[in-house]
């Protein structure tokens, strides 16, 4: 991609937290992102976030940098105040906007969520352009996904699309689409995630959230989950937007072109080697669970489904793994309802039994009539008297 942007530094601190968290990191990567992080918090003066840190013992307690971020945080507020004032007596409405904006900046940069949030408020209040609003939303979208403050997001979401329907631009409402996608994945609802990123594929421009290669590699993996095999294959696996970086991306590839090809062995092992990287990624990371068992699911419905029966051993073989391993799997799946087919045991065979679509609303159309036929003889009984 030409142009590409920078990522939120931010969200990349929030991103190096986060890792700091997780046992599946090995000490000496975890000294290396804790001295990054100690170097981002003091270059940008983050003391309310550094507080933070030392009470929940992320970090040790450095006094002497401590009371040199407060110092200087002091010292900028002074002068940002000054600015305002200067620009309340002296210039127009558009340098006195400029003048809060700086410091709502200011709050966002040394990390104090409260004091940006409400520095914000006061900033819309002398913002009169749809399009400067929509950026305010975008930024304090940004807190929220740096605090994972889902009900700011979803407000903050809410509220854009509300300032859009006053006007605004194609660009801000593809960026809101994939801020948005985000918000849909980090809450599990990866069906509306899916076709939130597939939407802007091809008008991606919100490197602040994530590079482009990150964002393909969530299009990606809420796509197959979400996707029919046929959709799958046009607007993901050839699509070019895709194609193009895809190779960058170690194991989606495989994992995506393995699935559509029916090469079930390749697949598994695709799988293995995604599951690290989803597991620390900080939004997929709450629901990698969920996540394991809903691609299990897509991958064995799709093999049963060309087969009336099947023996386990021949399944078994299809995946590279052992009978024992299927058998306990498909157990799981069968009884949770997420597969339609029975194990008999003593043959070792698989039996499908797809439900029909037409039996289904047959039935479903003979209850519904044999519970309105009683309604009506209740009323009647009821009539007569």
């Not at 990390?111 to 913002?127: F, N, P, S, V």
């Not at 069906?191 to 991606?204: G, N």
Request: charged residues 30%; aromatic residues 12%; hydrophobic residues 40%.
């Amino acid at each position: 991609m030409e142009g590409e942007g920078v990522q939120q530094p931010q969200l990349v601190l929030a991103n190096n937290l986060f890792l700091l968290t997780q046992n599946d990191v090995d000490d000496i990567e975890k000294v290396r992102l804790r001295d990054e992080v100690f170097k981002f918090i003091v270059a940008n003066d983050m003391a309310p976030l550094y507080e933070t840190l030392v009470a929940s013992k992320v970090l040790d307690l450095d006094q002497k940098a401590l009371d040199s971020m407060r110092s200087k945080i002091d010292d900028e507020l002074k002068k940002l105040e000054e600015k305002i004032a200067d620009a309340e007596e002296n210039l127009g409405e558009s340098e006195v906007r400029e003048a809060h904006l700086a410091k709502s900046l200011f709050y966002i940069r040394i990390g104090d969520k409260e004091k940006a949030l409400e520095q914000l408020k006061i900033t819309e209040g002398k913002t009169v352009a749809v399009g400067q609003k929509m950026d305010l939303v975008f930024y304090t979208l940004q807190i929220g996904f740096f605090h994972m403050d889902f009900d700011l997001i979803s407000k903050s979401i809410d509220k854009a699309k509300k300032l859009f329907e006053e006007g605004g631009d194609w660009e801000r409402k593809n960026r809101l689409k994939v801020y948005e996608g985000l918000y849909c994945m980090s809450t599990r609802n990866f069906k509306k995630a899916a076709d939130l990123f597939l939407d802007s594929i091809s008008t991606f421009t919100t490197y602040e959230l994530f590079p482009y290669d990150t964002f393909i590699f969530y299009t990606g993996l809420t796509s197959i989950i979400s996707l029919d095999r046929v959709s799958l294959k046009r607007k993901v696996v050839d699509a070019p937007e895709i194609l193009t970086v895809i190779g960058k991306i170690p194991y989606l590839s495989d994992f995506l072109n393995s699935l559509y090809d029916c090469q079930y062995k390749s697949f598994f092992i695709a799988f293995a080697g995604l599951t690290k990287h989803i597991k620390l990624d900080r939004y997929l990371h709450p629901h990698f669970r969920y996540y394991m068992r809903e691609i299990r699911s897509v991958v064995y419905s799709q093999f049963l489904e060309s087969y009336k029966s099947v023996t386990i051993e021949a399944m078994a073989k299809s995946f590279g793994v052992t009978v024992d391993f299927i058998d306990v799997e498909l157990s799981r799946f069968i009884a949770a309802g997420k597969l339609h087919c029975k194990i008999d045991k003593v043959a070792g065979v698989l039996e499908t039994n797809r439900p029909d679509a037409k039996n289904a609303l047959y039935q479903s159309t003979i209850k519904q009539g044999d519970f309105l036929l009683n309604r009506i003889q209740k009323l009647s009984r009821v009539i007569d008297l």
